[in-house]
Structures are given as C-alpha cells and as structure tokens.
C-alpha cells in the first residue's frame, strides 16, 4: 500500500494560516502592528488625517478635529476655488477660528 495521503495532512495549516493573515500581520509589532489590525477592522483612517466636510462651522457647532496629542495643525481651504490652504495650530480646550470665519476644536481621543 502507498502512503500517500498522510503528507497532505501536514500542509494545510500553514496554508490555512497565510490565506487568514496577511504576511505583514504576522511580522509587524507596536504601533504598525496595531495601525494593520486597525485597517483590517474596517478603520481605513486611524489618525483622521483625510480630507473632512466643513459643518456648519460656527462657535456652537464647530469642526471636530480629533488627535491623541494636545493640539494639532489643521489646513483650511476656506473658498471652495480656492489653491492655497491657511495652516493653523487647533489646541485643546481653545477653539480656533479660521480666518473665513469656520471654528475649529480639537477632541481628544484614545491613541491608535
Ligand atoms: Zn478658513
């Protein structure tokens, strides 16, 4: 009798566990570990750093700026044609208001 298909046993769990995790996941420590696991949960953005919708911007309904840090830099493009951005510090607990008249406040949130 030939043996075979004892062999094949042993191959599957390494294929198993490649196929569930992708390579870097298994190799990535501290934070770039914890930024991969973030993005495999749907998070696509851990440090909210992408481009966000103006609300209506007023000193009672602000833009939310979050960071994990006590301020942050925010870049306003204040009129929609406009090509340049005006840069600014947004700190904790101080909104800001943009020259174009948006207010800005930062949230402190939990870091990745
Ligand atoms: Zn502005």
Not at 35 to 46: F, V, Y
Not at 93 to 101: K, L, Q, S, Y
Request: proline share 7%; charged share 25%; hydrophobic share 40%.
């Amino acid at each position: 009798m030939f043996r075979v298909l004892s062999k094949r046993l042993f191959q599957t769990t390494s294929g198993l566990l490649e196929s569930q995790f992708p390579p870097s996941l298994v190799h990535a420590t501290g934070l770039e570990k914890r930024e991969l696991i973030a993005k495999l949960e749907g998070n696509n953005d851990p440090y909210f750093g992408g481009p966000h919708k103006f609300t209506s911007g007023t000193r009672d309904d602000p833009n939310i700026i979050r960071s994990a840090f006590k301020a942050r830099i925010v870049g306003c493009i204040c009129e929609p044609e406009q090509f340049n951005i005006v840069w600014m510090w947004v700190e904790a607990e101080m909104p800001r208001r943009c020259g174009c008249g948006y207010w800005f406040k930062l949230v402190k949130v939990d870091p990745v």
